[in-house]
């Protein structure tokens, strides 16, 4: 009998921009990163779910065990806060709606033993995202392209034997403006979360996971960014123990082995991922009754 490997466990786990029904949504990875740790409170903050681009001819079984693995949890007594972010907005109007262990919100303050850290997307700093937000749906379907040229170019330096490279990231960090913008969203969160008495600010949105301590007139407060699913492969984790830590998942030996063989048959959870997504999704409405 295969043994189990034991699970890490965590006070909070933060992801982010997992951008689930995009090609660049890493899944299998995700699901595997979600199913190696135990956390007591799960924060999924912001664009998990890719409204703004979903389309029923693009939802692969994969990013359905995402879902149903975080149904799983939450029905388990996981406590979820999903925080809304601009990809997922038309969720905002349900902030505050509560589904048994999962709660709808916009923003999330957590008590900690390290201080009280003040978690959101981070959008609401993007100044594209609130003046002009057909160029920033424009944006985000070129970005959806360079990933999808990424992987293809990654695929081909595997092949040969040679290390992997971050495109976006690579024209990120050449352009000027778009160095100044992450400096400037980064330092308008520290200086907001210090008015309002916090002592940590967690945002995703700008793909660039982070954590850094950074002053302001009312005193230091330490920015953390879980980054994203889908170059960066990150997310923020918490112990009483150890403070606020930054999980990359390349950097992870566990991850890096090989995954377990697939079973011969498929278990009830998996075989229900197979089915034809709107079958799927249906069934999820069904059960939240919203339908």
Not at 104 to 123: A, M, S
Not at 159 to 187: H, I, M, Y
Request: charged letters at 25%; one cysteine or more.
């Amino acid at each position: 009998m295969k043994q189990k490997t034991a699970k890490r466990r965590l006070d909070v786990c933060v992801i982010s921009d997992v951008h689930l029904g995009t090609y660049g949504c890493h899944a299998p990875e995700l699901l595997r990163y979600l199913k190696s740790v135990r956390p007591r409170e799960l924060v999924l903050n912001g664009d998990i779910v890719d409204i703004w681009q979903f389309s029923k001819n693009y939802w692969p079984a994969a990013h359905m065990r995402v879902v149903r693995y975080l149904a799983s949890l939450a029905a388990k007594g996981t406590r979820i806060h999903y925080l809304t972010g601009n990809h997922d907005e038309l969720l905002r109007k349900f902030a505050g709606t509560r589904l048994g262990a999962l709660r709808i919100d916009n923003k999330l303050v957590l008590e900690l033993p390290h201080g009280r850290t003040w978690l959101f997307h981070g959008d609401i700093f993007d100044v594209t995202m609130r003046h002009s937000r057909w160029l920033a749906r424009l944006g985000s379907h070129g970005y959806d392209l360079l990933i999808l040229l990424n992987r293809l170019v990654n695929w081909g330096l595997t092949s040969l034997g040679r290390p992997r490279v971050a495109l976006s990231k690579a024209v990120k960090d050449r352009v000027k403006s778009a160095v100044s913008l992450v400096s400037d969203f980064e330092q308008t969160a520290a200086a907001i979360a210090a008015d309002r008495g916090y002592r940590y600010v967690a945002c995703g949105h700008i793909h660039c996971p982070e954590i850094k301590e950074l002053h302001t007139p009312q005193g230091p407060v330490t920015y953390l960014n879980s980054g994203d699913w889908v170059e960066n492969l990150t997310a923020l984790e918490y112990t009483a123990a150890a403070g606020w830590q930054l999980y990359r998942y390349h950097d992870d030996p566990r991850m890096q082995q090989p995954q377990p063989p697939e079973p011969a048959e498929p278990d009830a959870e998996d075989a229900a991922a197979d089915a034809p997504a709107a079958a799927l999704l249906a069934d999820l409405l069904r059960e939240i009754g919203m339908s």
